[in-house]
C-alpha cells in the first residue's frame, strides 16, 4: 500500500517559518517525482512545488518563489518544504503528492495551473498563518 504521510504543519505568525515533511511509502521513492499542493478555504488546489528524481530538477508557483525551498532525502524517502517569510495567504491544507518520473513535464506543469494529476497523495496537514 503507498502512504504519504505529511507533518510539520502549524500556526505561526507572519514572517515566521516552517518545514513541512512528508514520509513516502510503498513505492520506489527515487523512481517517483514529488511534489507540494494546497488548498485554502473556499479555493481550488493550487501547485506550490515540485521536485525531479532524475535530476533534481525544481518548480516552484510565482506566489512562493524565493520563499519555499522544496527538497528530498532518497535514504529517508523523505520530501520536504522550507517554508520562509510566511504570509497570511499561505494559509491552506498542504498535500504531498508522487507521480512517476518521466512525467516530469507534465508534473511540472500541474504547478504552474494545468492540468495533470499526479499518482498518489497524503492527506495532507494544515499550516495556518496569522498577521
Known amino acids: 500500500e503507498v502512504q504519504l504521510v505529511e507533518s510539520g504543519g502549524g500556526w505561526v505568525q507572519t514572517g515566521e517559518s516552517l518545514k513541512l515533511s512528508c514520509v513516502v511509502s510503498g513505492l520506489s521513492f527515487d523512481e517517483y517525482v514529488t511534489g507540494w499542493f494546497r488548498q485554502a478555504p473556499g479555493k481550488e488546489r493550487e501547485g506550490v512545488s515540485s521536485?525531479?528524481?532524475?535530476?533534481?530538477?525544481?518548480i516552484y508557483a510565482d506566489s512562493v518563489k524565493g520563499r519555499f525551498t522544496i527538497s528530498r532525502d532518497n535514504a529517508k524517502n523523505t520530501v520536504y518544504l522550507q517554508m520562509d517569510d510566511l504570509k497570511p495567504e499561505d494559509t491552506a491544507v498542504y498535500y504531498c503528492a508522487a507521480t512517476l518520473r518521466g512525467s516530469w513535464s507534465l508534473a511540472a506543469g500541474a504547478i504552474q495551473g494545468e492540468v495533470y494529476e499526479y499518482d498518489y497523495w497524503g492527506q495532507g496537514t494544515q499550516v495556518t498563518v496569522s498577521s
Open positions: 521536485m525531479n528524481s532524475d535530476d533534481g530538477a525544481t
